[in-house]
């Protein structure tokens, strides 16, 4: 626990958390912040008042989907790159049509630059 430059609070003014102290061994006590907030009869300091607390895990959760989803996009996209470059290559080589040939292997040709 660190040092105090003053006594505690009282128990009727502090928030009503239990929190982990900060010792070698699992240890609980009552959260030592004054109490700002009221929920529900109970008083609670700004950071373990329950709002606030859902409301930034609902933050941290969208963050955290955000980036999932990207990672998946980037995976997919790497799962289907050769196949589609695969195919491009046959598209080109069976195609008979000039105006498609050219498309074919300009395509073809950022692909491979890209990858």
Known sequence: MPYRSSAPLPYEVRCQETVRDLGRWPSYHRCERKGVVER????????????????AQKEKMAVWDANMEAQRITAHKLATWDMLLEALNKVYDTTHDPAIELIAADAIDKARETR
């Open 40 to 55: 529900e009869g109970k008083l609670y300091c700004k950071q373990h008042d329950p709002v606030t607390a859902e409301n």
